[in-house]
């Protein structure tokens, strides 16, 4: 069936240390696989993205890695900061027009 | 500015009542989507519109309705017929149905509580 998983569900880190966030996806079809990020209060917005042709992706302190094999794809924060306090979601399409998103990782980045 | 407009932010309705949410879009986009979160279930589709006067049950659109009869505007019906309304209710917009060629563009949220 259509399904994303992606742990943990809460993470807790240090300013300044690496936080990873992890997702898994049933379909192996799937070629597209975009992370959101929600604060408080407002709607999910799309921070990066990864297509199945590369193996990784990075742009400035976050990047994505994607093994098309074991069906998984993660999110790197490096030095993190107060304003990465937010909660993340993975997402994967099973189709061509529908998004099924993980259940979301709410991330601490304490002082 | 662009963007996806959503009204009311808060919403209070009794049981048995039906609630329509506004969902107001000024990008230009085809296609649009309504979302439901619910704490540690992420967000479930309920239903999505590729283009006017067509739209598409997602995965929990029983007792849910929408219309589409404008390509800006994506209003959501909750009837009395949805066992568990309270949640916080997201809509979304994209460039053109296919998603894999470009991402969702989401409003800031409406947040239905039944009493």
């Known amino acids: 069936g259509e399904n994303v998983e992606q742990h943990p569900s809460t993470l807790s880190v240090q300013e300044g240390d690496s936080a990873v966030i992890k997702c898994t996806y049933s379909?192996?079809?799937?070629?597209?696989f975009p992370w959101y990020k929600q604060e408080l209060g407002k709607g999910p917005q799309l921070i990066i993205d990864?297509?199945?042709?590369?193996g990784e992706k990075k742009d400035q302190r976050i990047a994505v890695t994607l093994n098309k094999t074991a069906k998984h794809f993660s999110l790197h924060i490096t030095e993190t900061q107060p304003e990465d306090s937010a909660v993340y979601f993975c997402?994967?399409?099973?189709?061509?027009?529908?998004?099924?998103f993980g259940t979301g990782t709410r991330l601490q980045v304490t002082l | 500015d662009g963007g996806i407009t959503q009204s009311p932010k808060y919403l209070f309705r009794k049981e048995g009542q039906n609630v329509t949410l506004s969902c107001e879009q000024n990008?230009?986009?085809?296609?649009m989507y309504w979302y439901r979160q619910d704490p540690g279930q992420g967000l479930r589709l309920i239903y999505y519109?590729?283009?006017?006067?067509?739209?598409q049950k997602g995965d929990i659109a029983e007792g849910y309705s929408v219309s589409r009869e404008k390509k800006e505007s994506f209003p959501l019906t909750v009837t009395s017929a949805q066992k568990n309304p309270t949640a916080f209710y997201l809509c979304?917009?994209?460039?053109?149905?296919?998603?894999?060629?470009?991402?969702?563009?989401f409003g800031e949220g409406s947040r239905l509580t039944v009493l």
């Open positions: 979304a917009s994209s460039i053109e149905a296919n998603i894999f060629r470009g991402e969702l563009f």
């Open positions: 997402a994967a399409p099973f189709t061509a027009s529908k998004l099924t």
């Open positions: 519109s590729q283009i006017v006067n067509d739209f």
């Open positions: 990008l230009n986009h085809d296609a």
């Open positions: 379909d192996s079809a799937s070629n597209y």
């Open positions: 990864i297509r199945s042709n590369v």
